[in-house]
T-cell receptor, first 115, second 113 residues
């Protein structure tokens, strides 16, 4: 049963520290999405990649967030420096990017708390 | 521009009762519509999707949804609620010209015995 995996599942850090979240997409999927979920804002798309190239990162605060795909099996989302307002659940999703009708498969999320 | 509106942030039903979760969409292109379910402390899981084939779409766990263009709606139903259906449900819209999913604010379903 192929699944998207995310590490760590939980992260508690102090303001100003660097946070790195990792995602392993489903093998064969060529599109990777990063979402943030908060009570106030709901689910927000931060960025997404196709064939490892960034297609859209307009939802991401550029000054402190960065997203990369070092290879086809790993996507990373970094926050530096972290702030309390970054506390949220961060989801990675992958899919076969054939257009808007394709299903996105979500990982279990990384629950981040910035103190 | 695309958007979805989910009416009712919380819905409570008794076990065995009909489940109806409402979703209305706005889209400048023919939409693709999705329902995802999120169980506590888990990621989202696809329940069903409409991609311009049959207007009545059947999904997992006995759920179905009907695309009604005249009403710009895609409501989710299940004839008989089960305790295990308690979760948060998200409606989402996309289109042929984008990979992005635009999610609604979610509806939390509670099922009482």
């Amino acid at each position: 049963d192929a699944r998207v995996t995310q590490t760590p599942r939980h992260k508690v850090t102090e303001m100003g520290q660097e946070v790195t979240m990792r995602c392993q997409p489903i093998l064969g999927h060529n599109t990777v999405f990063w979402y943030r979920q908060t009570m106030m804002q709901g689910l927000e798309l931060l960025a997404y990649f196709r064939n490892r190239a960034p297609l859209d990162d307009s939802g991401m605060p550029k000054d402190r967030f960065s997203a990369e795909m070092p290879d086809a099996t790993l996507a990373t989302l970094k926050i530096q420096p972290s702030e309390p307002r970054d506390s949220a659940v961060y989801f990675c999703a992958s899919g076969w990017g054939g257009g808007g009708q394709e299903t996105q498969y979500f990982g279990p999320g990384t629950r981040l708390l910035v103190l | 521009a695309q958007s979805v509106t989910q009416l009712g942030s919380h819905v409570s039903v008794s076990e065995g009762a009909l489940v109806l979760l409402r979703c209305n969409y706005s889209s400048s292109v023919p939409p693709y519509l999705f329902w995802y379910v999120q169980y506590p402390n888990q990621g989202l899981q696809l329940l069903l999707k409409y991609t311009s084939a049959a207007t009545l779409v059947k999904g997992i766990n006995g759920f179905e949804a009907e695309f009604k263009k005249s009403e710009t709606s895609f409501h989710l139903t299940k004839p008989s609620a089960h305790m295990s259906d308690a979760a948060e449900y998200f409606c989402a819209v996309s289109g042929y010209n984008t990979d992005k999913l635009i999610f609604g604010t979610g509806t939390r379903l509670q099922v009482f015995p």
